[in-house]
């Protein structure tokens, strides 16, 4: 068993996913595909969505240059192509999430961006099958199976986690901010993810910097012995209509037999 395979049931017992968590990295030179073990590359133009997809549904590794990419936020939060005035105008947003040019603006400021031209391709796989070491892991789920990473990752540091969305470029709240923070985030899957990448209306990500992935892992296991744990154990009680009715079925018996 490689390492990668390990590590995928050790998130499989304590999560059950329905689908792969997916490996992601970034590269400086689209060359450093050619180094990778197994990769698929796109035949036709695709969105980041999509790639995320292939590794999470069928297990493919699939890899991208900022070429084969064709969603403009993408390109601009990860770096693939610089900001330019249209963008930071709002144009992106107004009439379609806001209402007027100064809040489409004020979107468009808050989307995280990583700095141009550093990365020029990407590639993501099902964790158990990569050969090569994340930058981040990305988990499809839902919000119970969100819950125990939530829980895994506080269990030594206590406090809380914060979530900033305006529920659209999932790939900014997912790659281009925990890269920037160094920290989990936990996102809604966008429009296209949800269009193009076949994400569910229960599914939540969390994105998972490669360095805490054990650390969540560990608390998830002490948070599992102390008894908070998916599935979420239901409380199985005796159900009261069918006690009532055995006493009822009991003295009608006992009538019959006084007859």
Known sequence: MTKWENLDNQLNKYLRLATFPVALKLFKDSEELNNIKFLKRPEEKIVLCQLFSYARYYGWTMGCTKEDNICPLADISIGFEESNDLFEEGAFFIGRYN??????????????????????????????????????????????????????????????????????????DTITKTLLTNDLQIAFPCLGDRRYGKATDNDLIASIPFKLVNEIISGMEQTHKAGTRYPIPYQISTPEFFVKLKKQLDKVKKDITRL
Not at 126 to 155: C, H, T
């Open 99 to 172: 209402e007027t040019k100064q809040a489409a603006k004020i979107t468009a400021a808050s989307i995280p961006k990583l700095p141009t031209n550093e990365f020029t391709a990407i590639v993501s796989g099902a964790l158990k099958r990569v050969d090569f070491e994340p930058d981040l892991i990305l988990i499809w789920g839902n919000s119970a199976q969100m819950m125990r990473i939530i829980q895994g990752y506080l269990w030594k540091k206590g406090g809380r986690v914060s979530m900033s969305t305006f529920c659209d470029g999932v790939c900014a």
